[in-house]
C-alpha cells in the first residue's frame, strides 16, 4: 500500500472502528462518572475506578498538556544562541538587502536580515537609538 492519504476502504473501516471505540469510551466514562456507586453495584458492576479519577485523570491531562506548552516555549528560548555566538555567523552564501529599492507595488525580494538588526529592532528602546 503507498504511503498517500487518498482515502482507502481499510482507512475507512480504521477510522468507523475508532469511532465507534471513541463514543463507547466516553459513554462509559460518563456512566462511570455520574451514575451513583449504588446503582452500578446493583446492576452487578463492583469494580469501577474510584470517583476522584473521574475529575482527577482530565485534570492531570490539561495540566500536563499546559505544561508541554510552556516546556517548548522554555526549552526554544534555551537552546538559542546567544548574538556573540560563531554559530550566527553567516557565510558567502547569505543575500544581503537589495542595492535598489523596488516598486512600491512590487514585492519585496527575500534577503538574509543580520542577527544583529534584528536584536536593535525588536529589544531596544526609540529614546537608546542605534
Partial sequence: MANNPAPTPER???GFVLY??????????VIWAFVP??????????????KYWALALPVY???CISFIYVFYAAHSLLITPPPDSMKTLTD?????PPEIDPP???IPPIY????????????LNKDQGR
Fill in 20 to 29: 465507534l471505540g471513541s463514543i463507547l469510551g466516553f459513554g462509559l466514562y
Fill in 104 to 106: 512600491p507595488d512590487a
Fill in 112 to 123: 538574509d536580515i543580520h542577527i544583529s538588526d534584528v536584536n536593535r529592532h525588536l529589544y
Fill in 61 to 63: 491531562v490539561c495540566v
Fill in 12 to 14: 475507512a473501516i480504521y
Fill in 92 to 96: 558567502k552564501h547569505a543575500r544581503g
Fill in 37 to 50: 456507586d449504588e446503582w452500578l453495584n446493583s446492576a452487578g458492576l463492583t469494580y469501577w475506578p474510584q
